[in-house]
């Protein structure tokens, strides 16, 4: 894998941004600072108040300080942000278009989470989770496996694409790889603290990034296909893996589900899976290119599923 390049321009471009953020944050927190101070001597006033009742002073409740506290303490919250940038990065020869978010807010160094696309490549769908995870005080950048302006163009340039990758899995795995490492080049990224995960071909993507022997804490796949050619390339795994598949999704042969577990037993690693009644392929995503019987939306697997990601990530990240 070629080290990935930069152009001055862009790297003095990024460094001014990064710089005017932390003066920002830095203003917040300190405006914050004083905000409380200001609340605790209104608490002290309060009760002196309470003390010279007697002598007319006027008494102040609790609910009137408190919100009088956040009054005072509201520039400090509409300040905050979510940060988003579209970053160019390589692998090889090849430029790929990948996306960060993180919470400029939220100062020093915090886990990183990489996001591995669906079949249709980088969407509005995975920059949106990348978002969300923003929101839970996490860095997220989305890889992109496909390449800057190769988007498929609807499901039936998807499916070749996609089925390129899965033939190849060392292409797969160097692509994955330049996301990872453009993660962790990110500022304010937690070395120790780094997990991967994926939706459809981009779950099976973070368990080939996990074959591959990347040093992560753990890697998250959602409804992704856990078949392997090289099963003995399980015992490269380091961190810990977590499957969410749909019990009913009649794309995950059972055949591959068998295989999937003796890799895992087989290599001794931390596994766990989990199966969600009702649901078939696709469940996260309310528009995965194609809506069929085996292919559709499920709102209470979504929604569990990604409890069951935060859970994972509140065990892995030390």
């Not at 003390?51 to 506290?69: D, P, T």
């Not at 960060?100 to 509005?124: E, F, K, M």
């Not at 992704?224 to 015992?235: E, I, M, Q, Y």
Request: net charge positive.
């Amino acid at each position: 894998m070629l080290p990935i390049k930069k152009t001055p321009a862009k790297t003095q471009s990024r460094k001014n941004k990064q710089g005017n953020s932390r003066k920002e944050t830095q203003r917040a927190q300190r405006f914050f600072m004083k905000t409380i101070l200001c609340f605790l001597r209104l608490l002290v006033a309060q009760k002196r108040a309470g003390i010279f009742a007697r002598g007319g002073l006027l008494i102040l409740s609790m609910k009137k300080l408190f919100l009088i506290f956040l009054v005072a303490a509201c520039p400090v919250f509409l300040d905050a942000k979510i940060v988003t940038q579209t970053v160019d990065y390589k692998q090889g020869d090849t430029t790929l278009e990948g996306f960060v978010a993180y919470d400029d807010a939220i100062s020093g160094a915090r886990p990183g989470v990489l996001i591995v696309h669906q079949w249709l490549g980088l969407t509005n769908y995975e920059k949106h989770r990348a978002e969300m995870l923003a929101q839970l005080g996490y860095i997220a950048f989305c890889a992109d496996i496909y390449g800057k302006d190769n988007r498929p163009n609807g499901v039936k340039e998807a499916g070749p694409l996609s089925s390129k990758f899965k033939a190849d899995r060392q292409l797969l795995r160097a692509r994955v790889n330049a996301g990872l490492d453009e993660l962790k080049q990110q500022p304010n990224v937690d070395q120790k603290n780094i997990a991967a995960i994926g939706y459809c071909f981009g779950g099976t993507t973070v368990i080939e990034l996990a074959r591959s022997g990347a040093d992560i804490n753990g890697v998250v796949s959602f409804h992704g296909g856990l078949d392997s050619p090289t099963p003995a390339d399980g015992k490269n795994i380091k961190g810990k893996v977590l499957a969410l598949a749909g019990a009913d999704d009649p794309f995950q042969k059972p055949e591959d589900l068998t295989a999937f577990e003796s890799e895992m037993r087989d290599n001794k690693v931390d596994w766990q899976i989990a199966f969600y009644g009702g649901a078939v392929h696709a469940f996260t995503q309310p528009d995965p290119g194609f809506v069929n019987a085996g292919a559709k939306y499920n709102e209470k697997a979504d929604k569990r599923s990604w409890l069951a990601m935060k859970d994972f990530f509140g065990e892995i990240f030390k």
